[in-house]
Structure formats: C-alpha cells, structure tokens
C-alpha cells in the first residue's frame, strides 16, 4: 500500500475544549483522531515515512507572516500574561468594517490579540498547537517530496486540519492550510494548474479564498450546503463558483449517490490539472458526529477510485473526521480506492 507520512508531534495539540455558542463543550479534534489512522494504515500494510522539516517558503506563499508569527508567540505570549483561561480564546473581533478598512492598532493587551486572526470561538491554542499545527505542514510538504520524487500518491496523516484557514485568519478547528500549503509546494517544480478537491463534509473556505482569483489553482470543494444552518455558514454557496472554483453543496441526509456524483463533477472540474491535492475529510460519514452527510464506507472507496481514475500525481492531505470508531477504516477505504486506479 501506499505511504504514508507521519509526525509525533501531531499529537501534541491538546485543544480540550471548544467554545460553542458561548458554552465550553468537549474537544472534537482530538489527538486521537491522527492514532486511530495510522493504526488503521499500518494494519492494512501502508508504509509509515516520518515527516522531514522544511523551511516556511510554502507556508509563506499562502499565509501572511502576521498569522504565521501570531501562531507561533501565541501560547507563550497568553501563559506569561497569567489569564483566567488555560486557552487562548478571543473575546473581540477586529471586523474590517470596525476600522472603516484602516488598519486596526496592534493591540495592547495580549487578551485581546486573538480578535486580529481568529473568526470563531471554538479555535483554542494550548501548549503545543503551534509545534502540532507546524509538523502538520512538515508532513503535507514531505508527501508532496515524495510525490515529486515519483510516488503516484502519498497520504499526509495532518493535524490539526487546515482547510477553513484563510490567508491571515484561523477557525474551524485548523490553524495553518495544510492543502493549500502542499498545492503552492506542487506548483513550485510542475507549473499550474494544480487542483484541490476537497470532500471533507465542510466547505473548504480557507482554501478558496486563498486562491481565489487565480487561474493557477483551482479548487473544488462538495460539502453540506451551509444554507441549511451548518459552518462555515457565512460561504460556501454555489453562487460562488466560476472557472477556477467550484462549490457544490448538498442537503443534509445526502448519501452515497448524490455525494457521488458531486464527487464526480469536481474531479471533472479538477481535470484539466498537472498535479491534485484531496483535501479528505471523513466527516461526511454516516454516524460523524459534526455533519449530517450520511456517506457510506464504500461510498469513499469509490470517491477514492474517482479522484484515483484522473491518473494524477496525488497528495491526500487528512482534513476533518471525528468518530473515533470508524475514522481510520474510512481513510484506509479512501487510499485503498485511490490506488485502485492509480
Ligand atoms: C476540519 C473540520 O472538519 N472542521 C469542522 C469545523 C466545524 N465545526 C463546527 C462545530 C459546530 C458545533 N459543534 C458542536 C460540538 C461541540 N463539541
Ligand atoms: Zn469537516
């Protein structure tokens, strides 16, 4: 089977909680999550490869220094200040329109330095979400080596996830976009375009914005319509599709079939590419505690052959997936599908 990379420290963001509608609730984005796969990867006799360290040439072609910096001093910066809160949480927002579009004033109080790059209360940082967040794109750029170097398809066993981060702001559980960091790496030696299918159950919002505009990545994303009330909620509409993005949002309940052949249409869509990215989430699933989709185990196996079928250089990168008992069969279904038509 195919390789897969791997850091240990993925593990070491411990987020605890997530501020929900103003109430602490259980963490979802769990270190346990990245376990799980890869005990399910090595039981199905995928070859382990540890990530390699790499400069942040990539991670700076699609975030801005202010958010990359911020992620870094965050938690040393929030425990020096001996807060009430064990996580850094923001409690204001620096909403372009507070400022008129001026640039807000670096805040003075540390406890009010998240409001410049978060867009959600569930997005906490601890000890260890910066070191965690940073091995996730070591490992999204090591799969892309080794599909630079000739692998027909590598899999990056990333966390936290990344897709809903946006240039220079951070929600949605993800605090740097693996998927897009490894799209602007493939671009590098292949040349555009480079495509991103994302068919996590959540809009990839992070990495549509990222690319928005330009001809040289195009990315697709099939996800559960955030018109019926679920996150991002605020994008994600097929309204904002044209020839370098396509979304496709689908009603709560959708199975295997409709998922298909939205499945199908993005990898249309994706075609014309020199190299694909598979933003995979797994949250899709029938049972996934965080989407009404009620994707099928086959269903992603199959999803898998599709994106497999394009016959390109492929980098799967892990996005979302949180029932603990089924996360690592779905992205072993997923990869075994994928080489299935390689
Ligand atoms: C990468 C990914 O799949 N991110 C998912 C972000 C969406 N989270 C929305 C959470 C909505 C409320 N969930 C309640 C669970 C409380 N623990
Ligand atoms: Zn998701």
Redesign the pocket.
């Known amino acids: 089977m195919l390789p897969f990379v791997w850091s240990d420290d993925c593990l070491r963001h411990e987020p605890q909680a997530?501020i929900?509608i103003g109430t602490s609730?259980?963490?979802?984005?769990v270190p346990a999550r990245a376990l799980a796969i890869r005990d399910a990867l090595l039981g199905a006799g995928a070859q382990e490869v540890p990530a390699v360290p790499h400069d942040d040439s990539a991670l700076h072609a699609v975030h801005e220094p202010s958010l990359v910096e911020f992620l870094r001093t965050a938690w040393e910066e929030w425990s020096a200040a001996d807060l009430p809160s064990d996580r850094v949480v923001p409690y204001v927002f620096a909403r372009a329109e507070l400022t008129s579009g001026r640039e807000p004033a670096a805040p003075t109080a540390v406890w009010a330095r998240p409001g410049l790059f978060a867009y959600d209360t569930?997005t906490l940082i601890g000890p260890g979400t910066w070191e965690a967040a940073r091995a996730a794109v070591d490992v999204a750029l090591t799969a892309v080596d080794l599909v630079s170097d000739g692998e027909r398809v590598a899999y990056a066993c990333c966390r936290p996830?990344g897709?809903?981060v946006t240039r220079s702001l951070y929600g949605?559980?993800?605090y740097l976009n693996n998927s897009a960091v490894a799209a602007a790496a493939l671009l590098e030696p292949l040349g555009g375009p480079v495509a991103v299918v994302d068919i996590?159950?959540?809009h990839g919002n992070g990495t549509q914005e990222i690319f928005l505009n330009r001809g040289d990545v195009l990315t697709a994303s099939v996800h559960v319509d955030p018109g019926a009330g679920w996150?991002p909620h605020f994008l994600g509409f097929a309204g904002e599709s044209d020839g370098a993005n396509l979304n496709l949002p689908l009603s709560p309940g959708t199975g295997d079939d409709s998922w298909l052949e939205a499945v199908r249409e993005a990898a249309t869509f994706a075609s014309p590419a020199r190299a694909l990215v598979v933003a995979l989430?797994v949250?899709a699933a029938a049972g996934d505690?965080?989407s009404p989709l009620e994707v099928s185990a086959a269903g992603y196996r199959e999803a898998g052959r599709i994106l497999g079928e394009l016959g390109l250089p492929t980098v799967v990168v892990q996005?979302?997936?949180?029932d603990l008992a089924t996360i690592g069969s779905l992205v072993v279904e997923t990869l075994t599908g994928v080489e299935s038509s390689a």
């Not at 996005?319 to 949180?322: A, T």
């Open positions: 997530e929900w609730t259980p963490a979802t984005e569930m996830p897709h809903h949605g559980s993800c996590d159950a959540h996150f989430g949250d505690p965080e996005e979302g997936g949180y």
